[in-house]
């Protein structure tokens, strides 16, 4: 059974910083393409980074130079570092496993002063 657990959102002013960690179960972690992707109310659900079995990371435009993706197979653990955050940015925020339909439940990150 693949478990996917979101942490480390919540609420940061404009230019802030936060991490969100996501465990995962399985030995299939480190195999596998992980990526974060976010929702904001009214709009889709978009890709915002990925980063493959290799460490090989890929960035939407909206985030490059600001948001850094991470794994540690170690720990069956992908990471988003956030910086320079923007009210933009606010959202939920769910890693996925893969292309398939794999996902967290998801953490909310505001970005309000």
């Known amino acids: 059974q693949v478990q996917l657990v979101e942490s480390g959102g919540g609420l940061v002013q404009p230019g802030g910083s936060l991490t969100l960690s996501c465990a995962a179960s399985?030995?299939?972690?480190?195999?596998?393409?992980m990526g974060w992707y976010r929702q904001a109310p009214g709009k889709q659900r978009e890709l915002v980074a990925r980063?493959?079995?290799?460490?090989?990371?890929n960035y939407a435009d909206s985030v490059k130079g600001r948001f850094t993706i991470s794994r540690d197979n170690a720990k069956n653990t992908v990471y988003l570092q956030m910086n320079s955050l923007k009210p933009d940015d606010t959202a939920v925020y769910y890693c996925?496993?893969?292309?398939?339909?794999?996902w967290g439940q998801g953490t909310q990150v505001t970005v309000s002063s």
């Open positions: 996925r496993r893969g292309e398939g339909d794999y």
């Open positions: 399985g030995s299939w972690f480190r195999f596998d393409t």
């Open positions: 980063i493959s079995r290799y460490g090989i990371t």
